[in-house]
């Protein structure tokens, strides 16, 4: 089967899985954020917002299980995604322990409901039906109809208001197998944002490395709009891929659930080790790829550029000189994220996807890479009498101590910091900034890494 790969990644990943399944605008989403204990998946009471399935843990009971959000299915919201949806729904019923079929309180049973309750009765799991938004007594009314679907001890919850949450995980707990203990684990997994503007080929990119359409493909912007987070594992090396809706233009965004899309591929720049920037080949570097660095730069995040569609440039060109061409102008539009690796791939194909992933591992290496203070001292003195800094109202800034400290060993990625005692960080210029952090590069690179400088400024007289 073509999912296997990733249904044995989801169940090592998340032991203990819990399924939540319903028709659309049922309430899946918001009672998926509150067992995960955040806002993962965008909630939105226009049907079928969550197209893809998405991935939590729930940390409120005796032991974590793992938390699946899904589709809506059995009905035709979005009649591009409909087959696919199914399919998604599918993958997940069978890497789950449990099924959570959830029905809406306020509307009362439906012939969707019913139908959908034929076909969860044939599937050979544990199943508990879960009568959302209920959130004060007048809609105690519709519940009995739910008794028709044939299901013992439904449960009333509002998941907007917390209500019955804690009776819902302790009925949970007692249907799920036994936790098993498990070794702790040697490393945190590298979350990987995987970034871009819509239609980049974000989502094929990542369903390329996993060898399994995890994410939905389609031709249409914005067809992902949730930031999926997807466990991963690559020759003993353990990854978070967090698959983000494409960032838009802010006065290009169509309604409010692609708002949601926006904020949330934003805060995953903000929560990731590690930013892969995808940008379409063929298209070159927009503005919006521009700005997309830019969010990257202003977080601080490592990053490295997968320069898709690769594939096309080659048969459009043919020639090496200008496949050269191009790369040198991809190159020069991102000169201010000069120091991410660049990496031409084919999301189609799958070309050159080991060597992205021997660019993350060089980065992960060269964030533990330390130059010592007194070589680091040095390096600013040569360099500074090389080339004094420019005179600002009359003073030099100047370097008095550096250090680097070591990093924090929790941190997955950490950027490299330097420690600047110095008269006036107000005397600095950007581009003498830019200066000694080239001068620190060529002791140590520090490939796809942004340097931090932090100062400690103590003011001196005019000389």
Request: with cysteine; net charge positive.
């Amino acid at each position: 089967m073509r999912h296997s790969t990733l249904n044995t990644q989801l169940s090592t990943s998340l032991p203990r899985t819990v399924a939540i399944v319903g028709r659309p605008n049922v309430g899946k989403s918001a009672l998926f954020n509150r067992l995960a204990g955040r806002r993962i998946s965008i909630v939105h009471d226009q049907p079928g917002v969550t197209r893809d399935r998405i991935a939590a843990t729930c940390k409120l009971g005796r032991e974590p299980f793992g938390i699946l959000d899904t589709g809506g299915i059995g009905g035709n919201v979005d009649a591009n995604f409909t087959e696919q949806v199914h399919l998604e729904v599918e993958i997940a019923l069978e890497t789950s322990d449990l099924l959570l079929f959830i029905v809406d309180g306020h509307a009362g049973l439906t012939p969707v409901d019913q139908e959908l309750a034929r076909r969860l009765r044939k599937i050979d799991k544990p199943l508990l039906l879960v009568v959302n938004k209920m959130d004060d007594d007048k809609h105690f009314s519709n519940f009995a109809d739910f008794a028709r679907l044939g299901f013992p001890h439904p449960l009333l919850v509002s998941a907007e208001h917390a209500r019955g949450i804690d009776g819902l995980v302790a009925q949970i707990e007692a249907r799920l197998p036994a936790a098993v203990e498990q070794a702790p684990e040697a490393q945190a997994p590298i979350r990987i944002a995987v970034v871009g503007r819509p239609n980049v080929g974000k989502s094929s990119l990542t369903n390329s490395i996993l060898g399994d359409a995890r994410t939905l493909v389609s031709p249409i912007s914005g067809t992902t709009r949730d930031a999926v987070d997807i466990p991963y594992e690559r020759h003993g090396h353990r990854y978070v891929l967090i698959d983000t809706a494409g960032i838009r233009p802010r006065g290009k965004v169509d309604n409010s659930v692609e708002v949601f899309s926006v904020m949330r591929s934003e805060s995953s720049i903000r929560r990731a080790d590690l930013c892969c920037l995808v940008v379409d080949a063929t298209a070159g570097v927009t503005a919006q790829d521009k700005r997309i660095a830019g969010l990257i730069q202003e977080a601080r995040k490592p990053c490295v550029v997968a320069v898709n569609k690769w594939d096309l440039i080659k048969e459009r060109t043919g020639s090496k000189d200008e496949m050269n061409e191009v790369l040198v102008g991809l190159r020069a539009e991102l000169f201010f994220v000069d120091y991410a690796p660049l990496l031409l791939v084919s999301a189609k194909t799958g070309a050159e996807l080991t060597r992205l992933f021997k660019s993350i591992e060089r980065v992960h290496t060269a964030a533990r890479q330390h130059i010592g203070t007194g070589p680091l001292n040095r390096l600013f003195q040569t360099a500074m009498s090389a080339h004094p800094p420019p005179l600002r109202s009359g003073r030099r800034f100047k370097i008095l101590y550096g250090t680097q400290p070591e990093t924090l060993p929790e941190m997955a990625i950490p950027a490299p910091e330097f420690v600047l005692f110095v008269n006036d960080d107000k005397l600095l210029t950007p581009t003498y900034r830019k200066y000694l952090e080239n001068k620190i590069r060529e002791v140590q690179p520090y490939p796809g890494l942004p340097l931090l400088f932090r100062f400690r400024a103590r003011k001196v007289g005019r000389r």
